[in-house]
């Protein structure tokens, strides 16, 4: 995974709550078996109305999706993050993000940055007001400058380290496999396994 | 110190906590299936590892299979069915195939087979995941990075989940099912209430159902936002898996069930938010909107945007009215369907099979409306041809199919045309679920029967039934055979 510490793009203002997975990316478009080439499904229903933002030409380098609460819930579809990302986003800005794409997206180093509904709608308005602007995320700092607006963003701990470091969760869950081999040799005997039974 | 279920079963299975990082918990069961599961192979390969319990993990073929007799003929989803294969040959993953007895929706699979115990935690790429929470199983839906994590480790790091206690008291009036509850709950609490909780459903009305009819509770926790939901395991969670093929059998069926008995929240356990809902205020209850929390009891109107306070809520139901061709006032009972689909790893099971046909029986289905019966699984299927009940069905102008996931998000033939509208027994009547431009109304089995023979969105009580006794229909709503 790519180290992230600051990223500097075009914000893209989504003015939609409940943005949920299957918006993202519909159903048919999950069929590929690669994690790329996502970003011809992406908004795919929305992407037929003329006026959707991101036909608009201003925004398309946009990296920086600045969008209502509840963003991403739904499906559990990881293929969300890879449309997301396979198009150009390194960041969702919203006030709410649902669990598991919030999860999702942190293992793929998108970015979700919680930043208060009221915060966001003053970069709605900045960016409305201003087609095509740049605005920063900085990792660091936990601030997203869009103008003269500089507003705190909430990552966990955790996973902004991860970001920051660039660190593969599977490799380090590997460094601790004899407690997992501990704990597997005290699991109750009762507990099934898949083989015929 | 007192604990919640969640948190007990959580504990149990904390393979390293440290200071500032997420707990490693280990995982008991990892269900795949050929969507989600593709991209984590691929990982596992270029990294070189292997899968480390193969024997905790198991496959099946649903999201794309068709329910017609025949090959799939779409050559995507063939490709992905055939990855699915290979990859399971060549990690040593047991696989039930289209066609295999064992075969059907991944949530209805692992239950069916006694899989699903009391305690465990069950994991899969896929969010209603959260049905195996029934049992007393800590249970959520997992993205595709995590699906190769557990693959690789059997683990995964994750960060505890609040606590959401959600009390429905006294009984459910007749006719009143599990999908009214949980539609009724998800509309209170809205599709982010339960964002970071894992919810535990609790109270008379919950303990009086069956295990089916808890499954069904549990699989929308998503819906309201929720990691996973759970229901405390009781004498009904034993009697439903006693004798199943993989339940223990013997002294390990003692241990099990001394083991499963202490797990319940201690009644001096505090959860971080509760909600209380009475069961004697519930009714049949259908989704109005493009999100299952846009729902509203049967005999309620179309609302007002205008009359939601909040202006994001004014704005979404909006769109979704605009989205639906539905008109403020428009009565519930008025709304006209074209569609109607019993399925899904909601309503999937052999009761909602029951429930449906007792209601079409001697009726014949509404002229100009299509109704799709879709199976969960194929020992679903067997055991409803052995009780007639596609007879039934098919009888009634309806089509009875082979199982999968079908129409609850039509990544095989199942599909809504553009404007077309269906009353549906699964759980997400998002924009183009069902396929494009189609319009959902999430449904009961038992609403989804009815509207079937009226052809407008109805209640059994709506027809005019001289067929059967309230009795006979009672105990088919209970799924008491």
Request: negative net charge; proline residues 6%.
């Amino acid at each position: 995974m790519e180290k992230f510490e600051t990223h500097t793009g075009v914000g893209v203002p989504l003015r939609r709550s409940n943005v949920d997975t299957d918006q993202i990316i519909p159903a048919e478009y999950l069929k590929r078996v690669t994690r790329t080439g996502f970003e011809d499904g992406l908004f795919a229903a929305w992407r037929k109305d003329e006026s959707f933002v991101l036909n608009n030409p201003v925004y398309a380098e946009g990296s920086v999706l600045v969008a209502g609460p509840d963003f991403g819930t739904g499906s559990s579809r990881e293929h969300a993050v890879w449309a997301l990302m396979n198009w150009g986003f390194r960041v969702v800005i919203s006030s709410r993000f649902a669990d598991i794409f919030r999860g999702n997206s942190g293992k793929q180093g998108l970015l979700t940055a919680i930043v208060a509904q009221d915060d966001v709608e003053l970069i709605w308005k900045y960016l409305e007001n201003n087609p095509g602007a740049q605005i920063t995320v900085d990792l660091v700092a936990r601030t997203v400058h869009a103008g003269e607006i500089v507003a705190p963003f909430e990552i966990d701990d955790y996973t902004r380290w991860r970001l920051l470091e660039g660190l593969d969760d599977i490799g380090l869950t590997l460094r601790h496999e004899d407690l997992v081999a501990d704990f597997e040799s005290h699991r109750p005997s009762h507990k099934p396994v898949t083989s015929p039974a | 110190m007192a604990g919640t279920l969640a948190e007990k079963v959580w504990d149990a299975h904390v393979v390293r906590r440290a200071e500032g990082e997420p707990d490693l918990l280990y995982i008991d069961l990892h269900l795949l299936h050929e969507v989600t599961s593709p991209q984590a192979f691929d990982g596992l390969r270029l990294a070189g590892r292997p899968v480390r319990r193969p024997d905790l993990t198991l496959a099946t073929e649903d999201h794309n299979v068709p329910t017609t007799p025949g090959p799939i003929t779409d050559p995507v989803s063939k490709v992905q069915v055939e990855t699915l294969r290979r990859n399971c040959a060549e990690f040593g993953v047991r696989l039930y195939p289209m066609g295999d007895a064992d075969q059907g929706i991944v949530h209805v699979v692992g239950p069916q087979l006694g899989l699903t115990q009391p305690g465990m935690t069950v994991v899969c790429g896929d969010s209603h995941t959260s049905t195996h929470g029934a049992f007393g199983a800590l249970a959520f839906g997992i993205g595709t990075s995590e699906v190769e994590h557990v693959l690789a480790t059997q683990t995964l790091p994750l960060r505890p989940f609040r606590t959401l206690a959600v009390n429905v008291r006294g009984a459910l009036p007749e006719g009143v099912t599990a999908k009214d509850v949980v539609l009724a709950v998800i509309a209170k609490i809205g599709t982010g209430g339960g964002q970071g909780y894992v919810i535990e459903y609790r109270g008379e009305a919950i303990e009086a159902l069956s295990m089916e009819a808890r499954m069904t509770v549990c699989n929308m926790s998503i819906e309201a936002g929720a990691r996973a939901g759970m229901i405390a395991p009781d004498q009904t969670t034993f009697d439903y898996l006693q004798g199943r093929p993989h339940a223990p059998t013997g002294a390990d069926w003692d241990a099990a069930v001394a083991e499963w008995t202490a797990l319940r929240s201690d009644d001096d356990a505090v959860f971080d938010a509760e909600v209380d809902l009475d069961a004697a205020d519930l009714s049949p209850f259908v989704t109005w909107g493009t999100n299952p929390g846009q729902g509203l009891p049967l005999s309620a109107s179309v609302p007002d945007p205008e009359e939601f306070a909040d202006e994001s809520d004014r704005l979404a139901a909006a769109n979704a009215l605009a989205y639906m061709g539905l008109e403020p006032g428009t009565p519930l009972r008025d709304i006209k369907v074209d569609t109607v689909f019993v399925g899904s790893c909601t309503n999937g099971r052999i009761e909602d099979l029951r429930a449906a046909a007792a209601v079409v029986q001697g009726h014949r289905v509404a002229d100009g409306v299509r109704m799709l019966v879709v199976p969960g699984s194929a020992k679903v299927r067997l055991q409803a041809e052995s009780e007639g009940l596609d007879k039934v069905f098919t009888a009634a102008g309806a089509e009875w199919r082979l199982p999968g996931c079908s129409m609850c998000l039509g990544m095989n033939p199942d599909t809504l045309a553009p404007g077309e509208r269906s009353a549906s027994t699964s759980n997400r009547n998002f924009e183009g679920r069902q396929g494009k431009g189609g319009r959902t109304h999430l449904v009961s089995p038992l609403v989804a029967a009815a509207t079937a023979v009226r052809g407008t969105l109805s209640s059994p009580n709506d027809l005019d039934d001289q067929a059967r006794t309230p009795g006979e229909l009672a105990s088919a709503t209970t799924g008491e055979a």
